[in-house]
């Protein structure tokens, strides 16, 4: 059995959401993710490795971690003692079409800690086939390259004529892979924005989106 909480809590005008779950037992991870208009501004992750194997008593305990560590980020974002730091936006400029390949080059950017995190588009060039999206990337530390696995890895479109927001996260090997069909683009200034975030770690990778002009039909 898998335990999680969400909650929705606003701070002076600001309203935040907080989501924790159990990763399960093959990543053995609490995972708070605190949320603000669909952008990720922290993270935090805590092994239960030590309960492993579960049995009814472990059960219980792990339900009480998860109980824990929610409602602690939720005091402490009541209190004000959770800052988040500003991050770097650098944007990777693309001709990317929602109806045809694009044509794009992989950039990431890390934001800051000794743990810094670098993200790749591992098929920038093909992501996109038809309306359909598949993003194949790879979650590295900046400082000695090692993977990073279970680092939660979301991808949105900005821009979007609804929501659209996905999210996984990376296996032992340190990838991940997303897929879903491409919203209707509204808008100039539309963009597929990927964020990998780990602990205190976050990397973001952003390529900007054009729709493809309709060609009229011959008459």
């Given amino acids: 059995m898998q335990f999680g909480h969400n909650t929705n809590v606003k701070v002076g005008e600001t309203l935040y959401h907080v989501q924790t779950e159990d990763r399960g037992t093959s990543h053995a991870v609490i ?8 952008r990720v501004l922290h993270r935090r992750a805590n ?14 305990k792990l339900k009480e971690r998860v109980s824990a560590q929610h409602h602690a980020v939720l005091d402490e974002l009541r209190s004000g003692a959770l800052q988040f730091a500003q991050r770097a936006t650098p944007a990777v400029e693309s001709n990317v079409s929602a109806d045809s390949n694009p044509k794009t ?33 790879l979650v590295f530390q900046k400082e000695g ?9 979301t991808a949105r479109i900005e821009g979007a004529a609804g929501p659209s927001q996905y999210s996984t996260a990376t296996g032992t090997d340190g990838k991940a892979q997303l897929g879903f069909d491409m919203p209707r683009l509204t ?18 990778l952003q390529f900007q989106l054009r729709a493809k002009p309709k060609v009229p039909a011959a008459g």
Wanted: with cysteine; net charge negative; hydrophobic share 45%.
């Fill in 47 to 60: 092994s239960y490795a030590d309960l492993l194997p579960l049995d009814a008593a472990r059960e219980q």
């Fill in 145 to 153: 390259g090692a993977v990073v696995s279970g680092a939660r890895v």
């Fill in 187 to 204: 808008g100039d200034e539309c963009a597929l924005v990927i964020e990998a975030n780990n602990g205190k770690a976050q990397a973001r």
């Fill in 31 to 38: 995972d708070t993710m605190v949320y603000q208009s669909g």
């Fill in 105 to 137: 080059s992989a950039a990431a950017s890390a934001a800051g800690g000794s743990d810094s995190l670098v993200l790749r588009l591992l098929n920038a060039k093909d992501w996109l086939a038809g309306k359909r999206a598949t993003l194949q990337v």
